[in-house]
């Protein structure tokens, strides 16, 4: 009996000391995933600052993206509202220029000098024109503003109507036709630049 007391106190013993044994690896193994699971944890973390700060970075850009494009536009609406006062400024010298010749073409005297001189208003006219068209060649708001749309189809009526009233004149001046001159002159005084409050009714 007491032998096989002592045998099972043994086999205890034996199994305990095996038992711990066989724990201490599975304790070390444990530990070092706890760890490389910290680390993972932390290096999640950092990933998620990382990204943080990308996403971050990404909106800013995008909204100086926004920004630069839209003081692109306006530089753009900028130099083409330049460009069209650089117009009317030169249709007031044209305009001016044809009146200080209105009273010698009215006796109708189809002088060739003063013939000469209302031909050199038309020309400056349509080099303001051409002026004009290549200073807004390049400038999309022309077809994408609504604003520019309305002043660039004004500015063009107002070119159409300088052009004609004075080639009208010009005509009735060649051929001393007096109706034709007064035609002219009429549809010259007549032309009138509207606001753009004006435009939208």
């Known amino acids: 009996m007491k032998r096989l007391l002592f045998l099972s106190f043994g086999s205890v013993m034996?199994?305990?000391a095996c038992g711990s044994q066989n724990l201490l690896p599975l304790e070390e193994q444990s530990t070092e995933l706890q760890?490389?699971?910290h680390e993972l944890k932390l290096e999640n973390q950092s990933l998620?600052?990382?990204?943080?700060?990308?996403?971050?970075q990404l909106a800013g850009l995008e909204k100086d993206a926004k920004n630069t494009k839209q003081a692109n536009?306006?530089?753009k609406i900028a130099s083409y509202y330049d460009a069209s006062s650089e117009y009317f400024s030169t249709v007031t010298s044209i305009i001016n220029a044809y009146q200080s010749l209105d009273k010698d073409i009215v006796q109708n005297k189809k002088n060739k000098e003063l013939l000469g001189k209302l031909d050199a208003v038309i020309d400056d006219h349509d080099v303001a024109v051409d002026q004009y068209q290549d200073a807004i060649a390049g400038l999309d708001v022309v077809k994408k503003d609504d604003n520019v749309k309305k002043q660039h189809k004004e500015v063009q009526g107002v070119q159409q109507k300088i052009h004609k009233s004075l080639e009208?004149?010009?005509?009735g001046y060649a051929n001393k036709d007096a109706t034709m001159i007064?035609?002219?002159?009429?549809e010259l005084v007549s032309i009138k630049v509207k606001s753009d409050a004006e435009t939208d009714k």
Do not use: F, W
Not at 48 to 56: F, I, V
């Open 48 to 56: 998620k600052n990382e990204n943080a700060k990308k996403e971050k």
């Open 73 to 75: 536009t306006n530089h």
């Open 14 to 16: 034996l199994l305990t």
């Open 35 to 37: 760890e490389k699971n």
């Open 168 to 171: 009208t004149i010009r005509k």
């Open 182 to 186: 007064n035609k002219g002159r009429h």
